[in-house]
């Protein structure tokens, strides 16, 4: 199979990374967490007390370095902020809170959507994010769109969180998967938009067993 670029958009917590990291898995191919990116900026805005100093933090971005590390220890990518390893932090809910802001200021977007251009330019990857089918390539080969009930996305969500040991309750994430639906979709900027190519999958009923079966129909077409 000639190497593609598979786009996978949503909303959050619908799975998103756990699928695009099976079917990179599965192809031998990147995967690339565009969130993960969108995360370590506003991190970095965080430690700066930058997220509403638009201005400043904007005058800042050529300062902002960040890469993806390969620890082949825990066989996965971690997302690195100026040299520093922060795949934890970035996932706490005080950096999700303040991701939407930091996300619709058209300037970080620049950026970050010219690096993931950059990092798809050879293909092979599985690219998940809120436009990636939409903005940053266009013209991917397999688009998919995810979506699941919120309900189903508000357990996950818990289910993960507190695995990791942060004390938050179901209302808290209810709120904030709510509201960052609303300002993903309602943002001037690449607002998350279904790409009229894309393939929906909506998993809040579906095994990842199940979804690898839906993935391997899907890519019968490239074969
Ligand atoms: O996928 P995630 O929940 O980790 O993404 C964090 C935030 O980043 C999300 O609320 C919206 C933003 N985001 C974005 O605007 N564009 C992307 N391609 C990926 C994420």
């Given at each position: 199979m000639e190497k593609i670029i598979i786009a996978i958009d949503g909303?959050?917590?619908?799975g998103k990374s756990t699928f695009a990291k099976a079917v990179a898995a599965k192809l031998g191919y990147i995967f690339i967490d565009t969130g993960a990116m969108y995360r370590a900026v506003t991190l970095y805005a965080m430690r700066g007390g930058m997220v509403e100093d638009r201005e400043r933090l904007v005058a800042a971005l050529p300062e902002v370095r960040i890469e993806f590390r390969f620890d082949p220890a825990a066989g996965r990518s971690d997302v690195y902020l100026n040299g520093e390893n922060v795949e934890t932090e970035i996932r706490r809910i005080d950096v999700s809170e303040r991701v939407s802001t930091v996300s619709s200021i058209p300037e970080v977007r620049a950026k970050l959507v010219a690096m993931q251009q950059e990092m798809g330019r050879a293909k092979g990857v599985v690219m998940d994010g809120r436009?990636?089918?939409?903005?940053?390539?266009?013209?991917?080969e397999l688009k998919i769109f995810m979506t699941a009930d919120p309900e189903v996305r508000a357990e996950r969500r818990y289910r993960e969180l507190t695995a990791k040991g942060e004390r938050v309750s179901m209302e808290e994430i209810e709120r904030n998967i709510r509201e960052r639906d609303r300002q993903d979709e309602t943002?001037?900027?690449?607002?998350?938009r279904r790409a009229a190519d894309a393939v929906v999958l909506?998993?809040?009923?579906?095994?990842v067993a199940e979804q690898m079966a839906w993935i391997d129909r899907q890519l019968e077409r490239f074969a």
């Open positions: 909303y959050s917590s619908c436009d990636i089918g939409t903005v940053v390539f266009p013209g991917a943002r001037a900027v690449s607002p998350l909506d998993n809040s009923r579906m095994t």
